[in-house]
């Protein structure tokens, strides 16, 4: 008998991806099944879709949750193996000029708040975290929790565009106003740096002169729900081999870089 990986999912919206995800557990294209679907938005639409094939699902209100912790300093609980300077050398996401107080306190805020999902996440045991639509950042602290080593990443993403270009939170519409004349979304594993992790997928689209901002994201939705499923299956198969890659350019500067390699692919 072959044994399905158990998946959790965090979301924070419509929840497009998490449904293609769903159905490809139904139907056999993902040998796995949903276990939890978790958001930060008490109004994610995705709540919807997990409720009626009855998969669990929790809230943890990122919002409410910072302003109360913002008026109330007091109020933030931290973990007992919280350590900040441990978080600091790790966070690569702000630049490494950024405000050091400022930095400190996003990390601390961001480990009280991740501490209360990690606790939602616990009666769930899953074998892989996708991300799908979720749109906060996970610290260091959150993601040592679920990858036991660094290298053994558990936690996947789905990007609207072509990584490493246009990180962050739209990529589309990045995309649309740079003027790019190929779109496109990258299936990755999660590091500490922003949407900076090993490349697992991605799927390409050819962008018009007529194309808009909205024919864009339709194009661009319609792939990740192909991609999305066929690179969370091949985790399920166990064919994502982590591999370290050193190169030495012209200039004999050597580049370490950690990245997927397919196993069953020439
Ligand atoms: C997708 O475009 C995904 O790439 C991005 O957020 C969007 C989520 O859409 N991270 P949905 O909630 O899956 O419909």
Redesign the pocket.
């Known amino acids: 008998m072959v044994t399905k990986i158990r998946i959790g999912a965090l979301?924070?919206?419509?929840?497009?991806?998490?449904?293609a995800i769903i159905d490809s557990c139904e139907s056999g294209k993902i040998c796995g099944e949903i276990v939890f679907v978790g958001t930060d938005n008490p109004d994610a639409q995705?709540l919807k879709r997990a409720a009626s094939r009855r998969i669990p699902t929790f809230v943890v209100d990122y919002k409410s949750a910072i302003k109360s912790f913002t008026n109330d300093l007091n109020k933030i609980e931290l973990p007992d193996d919280f350590n900040i300077n441990d978080l600091l050398l790790k966070y690569s996401v702000f630049p490494a000029d950024a405000d050091l107080e400022k930095t400190k306190k996003f990390l601390t805020l961001r480990a009280a708040i991740e501490k209360k999902l990690l606790d939602e996440m616990r009666p769930y045991p899953f074998d892989l975290l996708i991300?799908?639509?979720?749109?906060r950042i996970l610290s260091p602290y959150f993601i040592d929790k679920i990858n036991s080593e660094p290298d053994n990443f558990r936690i996947m993403?789905?990007?609207?565009a072509l990584l490493p270009a246009f990180p962050g939170l739209d990529?589309?519409g990045d995309t649309f106003r740079y003027g790019c004349k190929i779109g496109g979304?990258t299936v990755h594993f999660i590091d500490y740096g922003e949407d900076s992790g090993p490349i697992i997928g991605q799927r390409a689209f050819p962008i018009q002169e007529n194309d808009t901002l909205n024919t864009i994201?339709k194009k661009?939705?319609a792939l990740?729900w192909e991609l999305y499923p066929s690179c969370i299956q091949m985790f399920a198969q166990n064919r994502l081999q982590i591999v370290k890659k050193i190169f030495e350019l012209d200039s004999g500067e050597k580049v370490i870089r950690t990245v997927v390699k397919i196993k069953g692919e020439s």
């Open positions: 979301i924070s919206g419509g929840g497009t991806n998490l449904q995705g991300l799908a639509g979720f749109m993403n789905i990007h609207p990529g589309y979304c994201k661009g939705l990740e």
